[in-house]
């Protein structure tokens, strides 16, 4: 999992964009998921955060290994936000328009309080 940790890491700063898939053109939250799983782990996903939460392996948030889906209700719905765990408390992730691909703490308040918990899409 490291290497699928390493680049997502990688492609911090890349703008989002509404449906967006690809470093070119910029991520939405699920396309960038789905992007880093298929070019690390050659792992196709489900185009959206909903269709996400229904794959793989439920987990308790002190499961959580660096590679785990974290969710969040973010737009009002549940499962509207996916990222990416990376270790140490923190997950990367793609935003909403007008920012970029950035980690966060899942500690902070605004995400704990939107958190919907977490899926292990690998063993």
């Excluded at 070119?24 to 690390?40: E, I």
């Excluded at 269709?51 to 308790?60: A, I, P, T």
């Amino acid at each position: 999992m490291n290497e699928l940790v390493m680049y997502a890491m990688s492609l911090a700063d890349i703008p989002y964009r509404y449906g967006g898939a690809s470093p070119d053109d910029g991520f939405d939250c699920s396309g960038f998921v789905g992007h880093v799983f298929q070019h690390t782990l050659k792992i196709t996903l489900p185009r959206t955060s909903r269709e996400l939460s229904r794959v793989g392996k439920s987990l308790k948030s002190e499961q959580l290994r660096p590679g785990d889906l974290v969710f969040f209700n973010t737009l009002d719905r549940p499962y509207s936000h996916v990222g990416i765990f990376v270790g140490d408390g923190k997950f990367v992730h793609s935003p909403k328009t007008g920012s970029r691909i950035r980690v966060e703490k899942l500690g902070e308040r605004y995400w704990t309080s939107r958190y919907n918990g977490a899926r292990r899409i690998r063993a």
